[in-house]
């Protein structure tokens, strides 16, 4: 792990999950991550139960990350970390 990838994942620790990802899948929040993703350096996104029945958390925020062209810092429970 380099340094920067620590820092991100001891910085994405403390910070809070602002979008929340539910039956509507991750199509409904794509947009709203790539316009948070402008204005901060971490975005903490959390997964909630309903969304899980289309795959693991972690085949969904890769799919996710993958649409805003975002890096995923970690996947953590049900929460994934994003940073551009």
Do not use: C, P, W
């Amino acid at each position: 792990m380099t340094n920067d990838e620590r820092t991100l994942k001891e910085r994405a620790h403390g910070t809070d999950a602002t979008l929340r990802v539910g039956k509507a899948g991750i199509e409904s929040v794509a947009d709203e991550l790539d316009s948070q993703l402008t204005e901060r350096a971490l975005v903490k996104v959390k997964f909630l139960r309903a969304a899980r029945g289309a795959g693991t958390t972690d085949e969904l925020a890769a799919r996710l990350g993958d649409r805003v062209n975002a890096e995923l810092v970690e996947t953590r429970g049900n929460t994934a970390t994003y940073h551009r």
